[in-house]
């Protein structure tokens, strides 16, 4: 069996790891979209490393776009076989992959028309303007392909290699993916042939959720495995406690809107950050604890994934369902409005009295939330909330650099008067004690024989590696892109 780690590798999005097993079968452990750069990754989407037309499935492991966004662009190039998820990862990547084809027209038609001012007169047949990924039309045909299977079912994806998934708390619907591939032990050469053939076990965490999160359980314990793939985006920092950032949420609303009579903006993700978000808004109005003050939620795909976390009450978290028997809809109060309509999205860029504005992307690098910033980013009554994760290149990393006065957005440089505020508990992510932790409690270690670090930064990547090692984890390596491993 061979891995190629062709995704993800000493950086946190694009994940796409290809299994090759000693009777040919190809799986490919995510397909996720490379983030954070504009146009910038387009080269990097399109250049796949392998042929999608000899791919012979894809596992995955949850519905967010760093991990499943290239699904539509494989279908185009040929791949015509099964995707593997569990029903809620489906449900929201017909919703998420729809969302990103529109985003991806929108963004090369801009683009293209910014070439055409460069190039007015351009040379006979050379190809300035570029095409989309994908359409509707690959999203619409590829969501035939995928074949779902609930939490602890083992079920056989071949005659040689069967498939597992186990709930990993990070979002709805996502999976560790462990699989048993039976095939050669070459450590076992010079045996008779009938006992050198054994199962081998790998497990793929995708993204780990947190201990204690408001709307999802804690990530369930998963199989032994004999080879990790583990993600480290926080490899190299704890977590505020989840009470603290309820308090610390509290805190920043009451500091916007009651003390400074302004506008908190905060850019999150449309599935699973806005609605924890959300949830706890839901809990400081139930308290009597939230000001009388509107709360927007403004976004189209977020107003339709709450409808999916609404579809799924027996996976979210035994807190949620509590609620649920005094209050039927956690996730919506008499002050909150969801908006979809664009018309209403651009009437609150004119709104003077104080409100709280959730909306995508949660980098900043799209939808509504970065034409909300770009029009009171130079207010100093308003507060810009990071709430998670945001890649080094994004704009939702450059705002927090500590002491910048300007920034640009949309071309135009801003002068930043508003607040600039983070909160790292509502992360999706578990920090590196809590994985570790969960690690710990899964595997026995000692038959554990190699562990692969992928989905962090270089340097977060490497102190991960260190906590590792400390743990008691053997053999552990940090894969560079295109690498490929035996097992």
Not at 50 to 75: E, N, Q, R, T
Not at 205 to 225: A, N, V
Not at 304 to 331: C, G, H, K, W
Not at 371 to 385: F, G, K
């Amino acid at each position: 069996m061979k891995i190629q780690f062709l995704g993800a590798t000493r950086e946190v999005t694009g994940s796409k790891h290809l299994i090759t097993t000693d009777s040919g079968h190809t799986i490919l452990l995510d397909c996720g979209m490379y983030q954070g750069k504009g146009m910038e990754t387009d080269a990097a989407n399109r250049d796949l490393g392998f042929d999608p037309a000899k791919l012979d499935c894809v596992v995955l492991s949850h519905a967010h776009i760093d991990h499943s966004g290239l699904i539509p662009y494989i279908y185009k190039m040929g791949f015509r076989g099964d995707i593997y998820c569990t029903p809620a990862t489906r449900d929201l990547c017909a919703l998420m992959l729809t969302d990103t084809a529109y985003i991806q027209e929108q963004d090369v038609r801009t683009y293209n028309k910014k070439i055409d001012k460069q190039n007015p007169h351009k040379e006979k047949g050379k190809k300035y303007k570029i095409e989309p990924l994908y359409t509707q039309h690959e999203v619409d045909k590829v969501m035939r392909h995928f074949v779902c299977y609930d939490y602890d079912r083992r079920f056989r994806l071949f005659d040689d290699v069967l498939l597992t998934f186990t709930n990993s708390g990070h979002m709805l619907g996502s999976a560790i993916c462990s699989l048993e591939i039976y095939e050669e032990d070459h450590a076992l050469h010079g045996q008779p042939p009938s006992e050198t053939r054994r199962w081998k076990r790998l497990c793929y965490t995708g993204d780990i959720g947190r201990k204690h999160c408001h709307i999802l359980p804690s990530p369930q314990l998963f199989p032994q495995c004999d080879y990790l793939i583990c993600e480290s985006t926080y490899g190299d920092r704890l977590h505020d406690e989840e009470l603290v950032s309820e308090e610390q949420l509290l805190g920043v609303v009451e500091d916007t809107c009651v003390y400074r009579k302004g506008q908190l903006l905060i850019p999150s993700f449309s599935v699973g950050r806005t609605q924890e978000i959300v949830y706890v808004l839901n809990r400081l109005y139930n308290d009597g604890r939230l000001p009388r003050i509107p709360v927007y939620v403004d976004s189209p795909m977020s107003t339709n994934a709450t409808q999916i976390f609404r579809m799924y009450p027996s996976e979210l978290s035994d807190e949620v369902r509590d609620t649920m028997r005094f209050d039927p809809d956690p996730f919506g109060f008499n002050t909150l409005r969801y908006i979809t309509d664009i018309r209403e999205s651009k009437a609150l860029n004119h709104k003077e009295e104080p409100c709280i504005i959730i909306s995508a992307s949660g980098m900043l690098e799209a939808g509504r939330i970065k034409h909300h910033v770009a029009n009171h980013i130079s207010d100093p009554r308003c507060t810009v909330l990071i709430v998670g994760y945001c890649e080094p290149s994004t704009l939702g990393a450059r705002i927090q650099q500590p002491g910048l006065q300007w920034i640009s957005i949309f071309g135009l440089d801003r002068r930043i008067k508003a607040q600039i505020t983070k909160i790292e508990g509502f992360s999706g992510h578990g920090d590196y004690r809590e994985m570790i932790d969960y690690i710990t409690r899964s595997l026995a270690l000692d038959q554990v024989k190699r562990t692969f670090i992928v989905h962090g930064e270089k340097e977060t990547a490497e102190t991960y590696r260190t906590h590792l090692t400390e743990a008691g984890f053997r053999a552990v390596s940090i894969p560079e892109k295109g690498e490929i491993v035996e097992l």
